[in-house]
Each structure stands twice: as structure tokens, then as C-alpha cells.
């Protein structure tokens, strides 16, 4: 769903994708930006590239790459997009809840595009990790946080920031020795993101 049949457009479209699942850096944001900017450019109907992109633009204060007034209403943009091409994308909704979080501050808006995209993709891992960390956590619902945390670890195993987001929720909730093996277990995934090494470090020294 929400695919496209020019193959050109699919190989940039992969190449975004490879940079984005990369430790973010600026490098690799911008990279991922632009192999997706081709993809739309080749395909402006590619809904799945209007959600990666908008991914992209949704990382990049975090970086200190772009402002997020600059960022926040770009992805908001290309999140719509792709909901109005692909109601059914549950990317999509995911994308619209972190919008609606970060750049409304509409937390009613943000949870219905969270629970919208856990009904259009249950068994897919963003979803649950959105919701946790756009919505409840934000919010203090620690608990209901990390059920969702766990289960995006559940249904992704391989996938780094699954539990290095499962470690960060535990460290709020002051739980830190249970912190810990959540980042071992993301170093171990991926020994090279940095931000673990950091909340580890911080989780070591309440231990």
C-alpha cells in the first residue's frame, strides 16, 4: 500500500530508507533526504516516500540540523500527503500523531493518528514505538509507555532503537538496573549510537 510501479523512484526510495535506518548524523539525514526528494520527484504519488521523508524532517531538531519551526512543518506537509494518498498507510498515521505531538501540541489529535495507525498496522513495530513515545510518554503514562515499547522489541528484535527507547522509559520510571540490559541489548545491536552509550552512562551513574 502506497507503493509505486516506477522502479527508478522504488531504488532511490531504498537507498533513503538505508540511510535513515543508519545511527542518525547530519550525513545520513541529508543523504536520506535526498534519495527520498528523487523518489518524489520521480514518483509525486509515493506515499510510502512522503512518510520517510517526513521520518527524516521529524529527526532533524533533534540533531540540531534544522530548527523545528523550520523541520516540523515540512513533515506535518508530507505527512498529510501521504494520508490523503494512502488513508490506509498506517505509516501515514504515524507520522500525522508525531506532527500533532511535536508541532501542535494537540495531544487528543496526536493519540487518535497513533491508535489509527496501531489499527491500520498492529503487527509492525512503529506504530507501538510511536504511540509510547509521541503520546504516553510525553504525557507521564510510563506504564502504558513501555507495554508498547516492549512490544515494538517483540515484534523487531533486530532493530537498535527498540530497546534503547524500552531502556529510556525505565530510566524515567527510576527502574535503572532494568535500563541497563535494554541498552546493552541496543549497544549490542548497534555499538556504534552513540545517544545509548550516553543514557547508559547517565543509568550507570544512579545505579
Request: glycine share 8%; net charge negative; hydrophobic share 45%.
Given at each position: 500500500?502506497?507503493?509505486?510501479?516506477?522502479?527508478?523512484?522504488?531504488?532511490?526510495?531504498?537507498?533513503?530508507?538505508?540511510?535513515?535506518?543508519?545511527?542518525?548524523?547530519?550525513?545520513?539525514?541529508?543523504?536520506?533526504?535526498?534519495?527520498?526528494?528523487?523518489?518524489?520527484?520521480?514518483?509525486?504519488?509515493?506515499?510510502?516516500?512522503?512518510?520517510?521523508?517526513?521520518?527524516a524532517y521529524n529527526q532533524e531538531p533533534g540533531w540540531g540540523t534544522q530548527l523545528g519551526q523550520d523541520a516540523f512543518p515540512k513533515a506535518k506537509a508530507l505527512a498529510q500527503r501521504a494520508v490523503d494518498l494512502a488513508p490506509r498507510?498506517?505509516?501515514?498515521h504515524s507520522q500525522m500523531c508525531w506532527s500533532h505531538a511535536r508541532f501542535d501540541y494537540d495531544w487528543q489529535a496526536a493519540e487518535q493518528a497513533a491508535l489509527k495507525a496501531l489499527e491500520l498496522g498492529p503487527g509492525y513495530p512503529g506504530p507501538h514505538l510511536g504511540y509510547a513515545l509521541q503520546v504516553l510518554l510525553p504525557q507521564g503514562?510510563?506504564?502504558?509507555?513501555?507495554?508498547?515499547?516492549?512490544?515494538?522489541?517483540?515484534?523487531?528484535?533486530?532493530?537498535?532503537?527498540?530497546?534503547?527507547?524500552?531502556?529510556?522509559i525505565l530510566y524515567y520510571q527510576r527502574r535503572s538496573e532494568e535500563a541497563l540490559a535494554y541498552y546493552e541489548q541496543a549497544a549490542h545491536l548497534e555499538p556504534k549510537a552513540d545517544p545509548h552509550r550516553l543514557y547508559r552512562a547517565r543509568t550507570v551513574e544512579e545505579i
Open positions: 500500500m502506497g507503493w509505486t510501479t516506477h522502479r527508478e523512484a522504488a531504488q532511490a526510495y531504498e537507498l533513503g530508507e538505508f540511510f535513515l535506518g543508519k545511527m542518525a548524523t547530519p550525513e545520513t539525514l541529508a543523504n536520506a533526504r535526498g534519495y527520498l526528494e528523487t523518489a518524489l520527484r520521480l514518483d509525486p504519488d509515493f506515499a510510502q516516500a512522503y512518510c520517510a521523508l517526513a521520518f498507510l498506517s505509516w501515514a503514562r510510563f506504564d502504558e509507555a513501555l507495554k508498547h515499547a516492549q512490544k515494538a522489541v517483540e515484534i523487531g528484535p533486530t532493530d537498535h532503537f527498540g530497546p534503547a527507547n524500552v531502556g529510556m
